[in-house]
Structures are given as C-alpha cells and as structure tokens.
Nanobody
Framework: QLQLVESGGGLVQAGGSLRLSCAASGRTLSSYNMGWFRQAPGKEREFVAAIRWGGSTYYADSVKGRFTISRDNAKNTVYLQMNSLKPEDTAVYYC????????????????WGRGTQVTVSS
C-alpha cells in the first residue's frame, strides 16, 4: 500500500515562497504519476500540478509560472515549489498518486496524503 505524507506548509506573506514535500512509503513512486491538488474553505478540490513518471509536467493556469513540481525518485519524494504566493493560494494542499495516464481530476488518483495547510497573508 502506498502512503503519502505532505509537509512544508505554513503561513507566509504575499509574494513569499514555500516548498511542499510529499514523502512516499510502502511503494516506490517511480512508476506513478504524481499530482498536487488544493482545497480552500467552501470550495471544491482543484488541480494544481502534476508530473508524470517520465518527467512531463502540467500546471493549472492559475499557478503557471509561479509553481514548479518536481520529483526525486531516489528519495521517493515529490516537491511543489511555490513562488510569488498570493492570498488566493491559501488552501490545504494534497499530494496524490495515479497509475493511469490522465492527471487533471482528483478522481483519477488512487492514493492521497492528508494534506498540509498553506496560508498566504496579504
């Protein structure tokens, strides 16, 4: 069973940066496509970024140019570098693993972490 644990969230001022980590255990991440999603209070969970096992990356338009997803298969960890943060980026951020091809919807993902809170103050 694949288990995912997010870390790195916190409180940051607008314009600041955070790096989220997603550490996996139980199985190797190298054969999974990985995604980051977020959910703000009162809103649905939304796609943020994904990285395929081969290294291709995909981003939501709202974070393109500010966020970078990466993976270190040797460390069994996926990262989300978030720069130029805005108050509207405030949400709980979730890491997820997907053994299929599609990446942009939460229903495609089989494994989820519990999330890490990111709060951006104005």
């Amino acid at each position: 069973q694949l288990q995912l644990v997010e870390s790195g969230g916190g409180l940051v001022q607008a314009g600041g940066s955070l790096r989220l980590s997603c550490a996996a255990s139980g199985r190797t991440l190298s054969s999974y496509n990985m995604g980051w999603f977020r959910q703000a209070p009162g809103k649905e969970r939304e796609f943020v970024a994904a990285i395929r096992w081969g290294g291709s990356t995909y981003y939501a338009d709202s974070v393109k140019g500010r966020f970078t997803i990466s993976r270190d298969n040797a460390k069994n960890t996926v990262y989300l570098q978030m720069n130029s943060l805005k108050p509207e980026d405030t949400a709980v951020y979730y890491c997820a693993a997907n053994s299929g091809i599609r990446y942009s919807q939460s229903s495609y993902y089989s494994y989820w972490g519990r999330g890490t809170q990111v709060t951006v103050s104005s």
